[in-house]
């Protein structure tokens, strides 16, 4: 068993690690002020500039693959590229990708869809969750029916990352009610230009999603993905993309809150003492640094299985469910070290307190990754003895 980064793996880290410090991280007090004056934290074009920086040295499309000019890497160093972004929380990432699902495009639709996606000329956005249905996505009530070669389609979407600035979304549709996800939806491939409207809303963190209202909306049936009513397997292809990338992201974040935890335990004087002094102040930096070492492991693990092309779901839920949950421990007790300047707004701590938390919901909340855990191992599909058996 050998737990260390190959010279290669430890090459890219490091470019990453670097990258991160010398490029992200002085942006963080600007990033900041304009949130607070309710901007956008990276503005598009510094994004663009940052990634054509980050090109320029290979980094581009990290699990794009080679024949679209991305660098194809395993799961295991997108990981570790994903938790060195973590460790800021500016909103950065790599430029050259495209949804997973995309890549199930015909020809045609690979021209109009998938390269501009790569190229970053058009935005996507996924749309699954209603307001009735989130957790239970078997319940979509969004409709399209056939009308001559289109399909008409009415419904509402809510929560879609991305949904106010995208050109076009890959929206979930019923198109059989009484087959409903058994074969009974489809995705479609929908310009902004075919009519469907946008509504931005507010949040406690910087990721605005949107709600989309689709009435009447009518779309050619060469803008279905894949076949009509096959829908439902390809959203979950595209929720269990990466589900080991949340995680790999929030112990990103972790690392470097512990980092401060640790300097403003040093340095802040209480009763005649630093406070690292005190055990009460120990223990909380001696159980997130455990805790940060359990998730690097479990988050390394899940990767490890889908480079293997080994059924990594169970892996992914166990990384997935202990990451929100830890992370939101974990900044928690670092703000509790920072007394009353982890309330404030002058330290990034309240920032990570609000956005971490976004993680025990999206992509399946806490209890909907319980429920999988349990249900794997109550119907034998998943051991507690792990891998390895
Ligand atoms: C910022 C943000 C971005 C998002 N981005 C997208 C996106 O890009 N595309 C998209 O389609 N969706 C997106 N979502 C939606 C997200 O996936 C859902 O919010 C999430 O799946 C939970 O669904 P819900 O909000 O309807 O909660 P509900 O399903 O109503 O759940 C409410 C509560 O009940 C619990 N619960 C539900 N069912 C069970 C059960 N069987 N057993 C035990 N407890 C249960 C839940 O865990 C939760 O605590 C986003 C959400 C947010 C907040």
Same mark, same amino acid.
């Given at each position: 068993m050998d737990f260390s980064l190959s010279p290669e793996e430890r090459e890219v880290r490091d470019w990453v690690r670097t990258f991160v410090r010398k490029e *992200? @991280? =002085?942006l963080e007090a600007e990033v900041l002020r304009r949130e607070r004056a309710?901007? =956008?934290? #990276?503005p598009v074009d510094e994004l663009k500039a940052l990634q054509l920086k980050a090109k320029d040295s290979g +980094?581009?499309?990290?699990? $794009? =693959?080679q024949e679209y000019?991305? @660098?194809? #890497?395993s799961a295991v160093m997108t990981a570790l590229l994903e938790a060195e972004l973590g460790r800021? +929380?500016?909103p950065f990432r790599f430029g050259g990708a495209a949804d997973?699902? #995309?890549?199930? /495009?015909?020809d045609e639709q690979k021209q109009r869809y998938l390269l501009p996606t790569i190229s970053g000329e058009r935005k996507s956005c996924f749309a699954i969750t209603e307001p009735g249905a989130?957790?239970? /996505?078997? /319940?979509?009530? $969004?409709s399209a029916r056939q009308d001559g070669a289109d399909w008409i389609i009415n419904g509402e979407k809510t929560f879609i990352t991305g949904g106010h600035e995208a050109d076009f979304t890959m929206v979930f549709a019923v198109t059989d009610k009484e087959k409903g996800a058994n074969g009974g939806v489809t995705c479609f491939l929908v310009d902004r230009e075919a009519g469907w409207k946008s509504e931005p809303i507010d949040t406690m963190g910087q990721w605005g999603p949107a709600a989309l209202v689709f009435e009447d909306v009518r779309v050619p049936? !060469?803008?279905? #993905?894949? !076949?009509?009513?096959r829908g439902f397997e390809l959203a979950m292809q595209w929720i269990g993309r990466g589900r080991y990338l949340l995680p790999a992201r929030a112990l990103g974040a972790c690392e470097r809150l512990v980092g401060m935890a640790i300097e403003q335990a040093n340095t802040r004087v209480t009763f005649g003492k =630093? *406070? /690292?002094?005190?055990q009460a102040i120990q223990w909380m930096i001696a159980d997130s640094a455990v805790e940060i070492e359990a998730l690097r492991w479990l988050v390394l693990h899940a990767a490890w299985l889908v480079d293997s092309g080994a059924d990594s779901r169970h892996a992914q839920s166990v990384a997935k469910l202990f990451g929100g949950v830890k992370a939101n421990e974990i900044v928690d007790r670092v703000l509790q070290i920072h007394g009353g300047m982890g309330y $404030?707004? !002058?330290?990034p701590v309240e920032r990570w307190y609000r956005e971490l938390r976004l993680l025990r919901i999206y992509e399946g909340t806490d209890e909907i990754q319980r429920r999988t855990i349990a249900r794997n191992l109550l119907k034998g599909h998943a051991s507690v003895s792990g891998t390895l058996g």
């Open positions: *992200i @991280m =002085p309710n901007q =956008p934290g #990276l +980094f581009w499309g990290v699990q $794009t =693959p000019g991305g @660098m194809g #890497l800021s +929380f500016v997973n699902i #995309l890549y199930h /495009a015909n989130g957790s239970d /996505a078997k /319940a979509i009530r $969004t049936r !060469e803008n279905i #993905l894949g !076949e009509v009513g =630093p *406070i /690292a002094d005190y $404030t707004r !002058e330290l």
